[in-house]
């Protein structure tokens, strides 16, 4: 009893319904743009790839999370404070209390994720918008961040974490750079270019591939196969997609969210902590305004703002295009400051096409 | 016909000084379709959910296979296969027809520690349930959103017979939907009860519950007025029942004295 | 779809037509500084490379961290080595976090001149030719000793740009040359004229022995001075700031503002586009650091220093 009125989709159709389409069409036509426009500047020499994979690799490792709890119906804009306070919490314990780095990276794990479990309880035990309880976390955590380190340094910022990390097995896990050799062939054969003045001349400069792109690969990976393959993803589509729905049919919607809360605070930790490692210093101010650019990213990359429908992989590229034209406009000498103008444009266009393909999905006119 | 699946006898339910229900008596058997008729407010959505343990009744007691049971949450009414289909569907129109049919028992492989969903075990369990009330998808990773009302419906109704109802209570499955649409639902409804289901049909349409029903029990201000047989009845006297206007001695011929 | 070919179309247009650099002949060069977009001193420096850069026929990029994190800025610099200019120009707003991307640029071969914050000794390590700036501690120790002199006991150090290191450093050195702690003495005012005109008035009143006030640039001055004229302050309070602007030299003229803290910034823009110019071109370069400031601005030579306030001054 086939309903013959239903017409057949087209393949070209069933590619659009996609979450990812809208930004794997955006990513190319970046690199499109700035291959014409900067393909002579460096920007696509090695040390100029590694500059835009770097930063787009930072705020992949936020989208991550935010994508996530989006799908699970949720925001998290204590995002950037919860960076700042996770360095300076690492900077405090490492550099004044004279513990070991590991035990402080460690350390500040355990509380961001706690801090994350507290975000989770809080909205749903208040049935508060998660928007306003976070939003008073990122106060609290800013101010809280700012607190502390003036009342142990009488500065906002701590460095010395850089003499620290030599030898710290868990901090090279973070701030480590990996296939050296690889990267010294590839200088040898002349694929990368080496320093030619000061202590490190001969060696490529581009020295191997950091672990923050690392991270930002596995956290990737991991989100997207946890969020497609396996039945946990499942509840996490539902508790966006109507979390009533899904209490009816026994999904334990508060774990999902509250879970979903603090894997965010998870990824905004390793952010803190690459971060930390590889600058040796931690202040106060890091972090400000991430909350905004990993949303926008996780938007970028087709996830709906209302939940219940989006990509981990649509967010990392999201994190591609914001992490290429935010470093790419300074290789081409455009006037920085119309990142913004150009971010939010490509934000609006976003929404609007996520909007027009969600009523494709629907089938809603 | 054999014993009651389930079986209310005398429920009250009172919401502090608000009377909702004052006396229902209902029961329904393997494989037939027994439809409740009620008004808006009569008391449909109360009785629902006392069957499907969201509330205690006040008073009076339900059996289940004879044995008298209380339920104490919505699980316990699962538990012992009382499936309802709300209004709304409990679908989420943005995921595959499969991740909803699916939602909360995903059936999961082991792959190393790893456990994933069996995507080709539940795509392929999804068409052959779907196929087998009639409703041929084109592939089960399509989202819900795409499907008609009907077929939504038939979505939540397979859904809830593969995970072993035995009772399903339809509320108001009809009410949105078109003409074709509905004649589909009301086969499905046929193709469950031939299953040996029985099938809890609440409606306030006559003609969609004279088109599949087996018996007909009336809901008007919280009270059963009585159950009577396919063929006792006419349409045109359930309708005056729903809306109360009858005399009660008139009614009580053609009821068969079962007020 | 087509919103968003159309969104990135326009974006592609608005780069392309600023994308031209301000200068086409000559050397490329890149200054990079630590001030979010909010900061306004830092236009005298802009300027100051428009005139270096016309004068000397070269390309003066300038660019900052938006939001003024200095992880970003650390990117900054590392983008900007790679895009292989003639020279960088580079702040050292904390040698932690730059001194990585600082001696990058420098292995490469790029040469670099550090400006404004930082110490010549850091300059030095990163292997920068030479450092254009005012040692901050000291600044702020000399500023200590004026109002000390002039009878400062207590005071209130408003801090705008409390995250950077030098900002603190200044307060420090203050209360160095007062010879009491820092203590809590110094706030964080944030960059908002509102939230700060309110946090030094609620400071004032809840500490109202305070006879001293020490602001670190016209971010916090203004809200200061608009703070010490709503409750009839101004002009009995030792009152001196960092840097000028055409407000604060107003208020040096009126006697509100006992003096201003001139570290000349248009020198520290305009000196290393001339010396790494004339290092391309002629391969000289001065041996020793440049101290731009501390220059102290008072009633006396205002006079002079106010037609150009906020432009090249």
Redesign the interface.
Same mark, same amino acid.
């Given at each position: 009893m086939t309903d013959e009125r239903i017409k057949q989709v087209s393949a070209l159709r069933r590619a659009m319904i996609r979450p990812e389409l809208g930004a794997t069409a955006g990513t190319l036509l970046v690199f499109l743009f700035f291959l014409l426009i900067a393909g002579d500047s460096g920007m696509f020499a090695p040390a100029g790839i590694q500059n835009w994979t770097v930063v787009s690799a930072q705020f992949a490792i936020i989208a991550v999370g935010a994508c996530l709890l989006m799908i699970a119906g949720e925001f998290d804009i204590s995002v950037g404070s919860m960076i700042g306070f996770a360095g300076i919490v690492i900077a405090i314990l490492s550099v004044q209390w004279g513990l070991p780095v590991w035990v402080s990276i460690l350390a500040a794990f355990v509380i961001c994720v706690a801090l994350g479990w507290v975000n989770g309880m809080l909205v749903i035990k208040t049935g508060l918008p998660s928007f306003i309880v976070t939003l008073a976390f990122l106060y609290i955590l800013r101010g809280l961040t700012i607190w502390l380190s003036i009342l142990t340094t009488r500065q906002t910022i701590i460095g010395g974490v850089k003499d620290l990390v030599q030898n710290d097995w868990l901090a090279f896990l973070f701030g480590g750079v990996v296939l050296k050799d690889l990267f010294a062939w590839f200088a040898d054969i002349g694929l990368i270019e080496k320093f030619v003045a000061g202590t490190r001349a001969g060696q490529p400069v581009v020295e191997g591939l950091p672990m923050l792109v690392v991270w930002a690969v596995v956290l990737v990976i991991f989100g997207h196969v946890l969020l497609t393959r396996t039945k946990f993803g499942n509840w996490i589509f539902a508790s966006g997609g109507d979390a009533q729905a899904a209490r009816y049919v026994g999904v334990p919607v508060a774990r999902v969210k509250i879970l979903m809360f603090m894997f965010s605070a998870f990824c905004a930790c390793v952010f803190a902590t690459c971060q930390v490692i590889e600058f040796g210093s931690a202040a106060a101010d890091r972090g400000f305004m991430k909350e905004f650019e990993a949303i926008i990213c996780v938007v970028i990359g087709g996830t709906l703002l209302t939940g219940g429908y989006g990509s981990v992989i649509g967010a990392a590229l999201g994190a591609i295009i914001f992490g290429v034209v935010q470093q790419g406009l300074f290789f081409t000498g455009g006037e920085s400051s119309l990142f913004r103008v150009f971010l939010g444009t490509i934000l609006l266009g976003a929404v609007l096409f996520n909007t027009y393909i969600r009523r494709m999905i629907t089938g809603e006119r | 016909m054999s014993a009651p699946l389930i079986e209310l006898k005398s429920i009250e339910k009172h919401f502090g000084p608000v009377i909702a229900l004052s006396g229902v008596t209902f029961d329904v058997k393997a494989g037939e379709c027994h439809c409740l008729l009620g008004d808006n407010g009569a008391g449909k959505s109360t009785f629902i959910k006392t069957m499907s343990g969201v509330h205690k009744p006040s008073s009076g007691e339900i059996l289940v296979d004879g044995k008298k049971i209380a339920f104490e949450s919505? @699980?316990d009414a699962m538990a012992a296969g009382i499936a309802t289909v709300?209004q709304? %569907?409990? =679908?989420?129109? %943005?995921?595959s027809v499969t @991740?909803n049919f699916? =939602? $909360? @028992?995903?059936p !999961?492989k082991r792959f190393g520690p &790893?456990? &994933?969903?069996d995507f080709d075990k539940a795509n392929k369990v999804t068409l052959e349930e779907m196929a087998s009330m $009639?409703?041929?998808l084109?592939g089960a990773e399509?989202?819900v $959103?795409?499907l008609?009302g009907g !077929?939504r419906q038939t979505v939540a109704i397979a859904r809830a017979v593969y995970f072993g109802a035995k009772v399903l209570i339809l509320d108001e499955p009809t009410s949105a939907l078109g003409v074709r649409q509905t004649s589909?639902v009301l086969?499905t409804i046929d193709k469950v009860r031939k299953r040996g289901i029985g099938v809890v049909f609440i409606t306030h349409n006559v003609r969609h519950a004279m088109a599949v029903g087996d018996r007909f029990t009336v809901l008007n201000r919280g009270k059963t007025l009585g159950t009577a047989k396919r063929g006792e009845v006419k349409p045109e006297e359930l309708q005056d029942l729903m809306a109360g206007g009858k005399e009660l001695a008139e009614l009580e011929g053609s009821l068969g004295g079962t007020i | 779809m087509r919103k968003t070919l159309t969104a990135i179309a326009a974006a592609v247009f608005a780069v392309a037509g600023f994308a031209a650099p301000a200068s086409a002949e000559g050397e490329k060069f890149v200054l990079i500084s630590h001030a979010p977009d909010s900061d306004s001193w830092w236009n005298t420096i802009k300027n100051a490379i428009a005139v270096a850069g016309d004068q000397m026929k070269v390309s003066v990029e300038y660019r900052n961290p938006p939001t003024g994190d200095l992880a970003d800025m650390a990117r900054i610099v590392e983008q900007a080595a790679a895009s292989k200019p003639d020279g960088i120009i580079v702040t050292i707003a904390d040698y932690d976090v730059l001194s990585g991307p600082i001696t990058e640029a420098v292995a490469r071969g790029i040469p670099v001149i550090t400006i404004n914050s930082g110490t010549v000794e850091q300059s030095k390590k990163l292997g920068a030719l030479t450092h254009v700036g005012q040692p901050e501690y000291d600044a702020g120790f000399g500023a200590g000793e004026r109002l000390g002199a002039a009878g400062a006991k207590k005071f209130l150090c408003v801090n705008h740009y409390i995250t950077n290191p030098a900002s603190v450093e200044r307060c420090q050195g203050f209360a160095a040359a007062l010879g009491v702690e820092l203590g809590n003495q110094m706030i964080d005012a944030g960059q908002d004229p509102a939230e700060i005109q309110n946090k030094v008035s609620a400071f004032l009143q809840s500490n109202p022995d305070t006879n001293a006030i020490l602001a670190l640039g016209p971010t916090s001055a203004h809200p200061t001075l608009a703070a010490l004229e709503q409750s009839g302050k101004a002009g009995n309070m030792l009152f001196g700031t960092f840097d000028l602007s055409g407000e604060i030299a107003a208020g040096i003229k009126a006697g509100k503002i006992d003096f201003a803290i001139d570290q000349q910034p248009y020198l520290q823009g305009y000196l290393p586009v001339v010396f790494l110019t004339n290092l391309a071109r002629y391969g000289v370069m001065p041996s020793n650091p440049v101290n731009s400031g501390p220059g102290f601005v008072t009633k006396d030579n205002i006079e002079l220093v106010e037609k150009l306030a906020g432009q090249y001054r």
């Open positions: - | 919505p @699980r709300y709304d %569907l409990a =679908m989420i129109p %943005l995921m @991740r699916w =939602m $909360g @028992r995903e !999961e &790893f456990k &994933f969903i $009639g409703i041929h084109r399509q989202a $959103g795409t008609s !077929e589909n086969a | -």
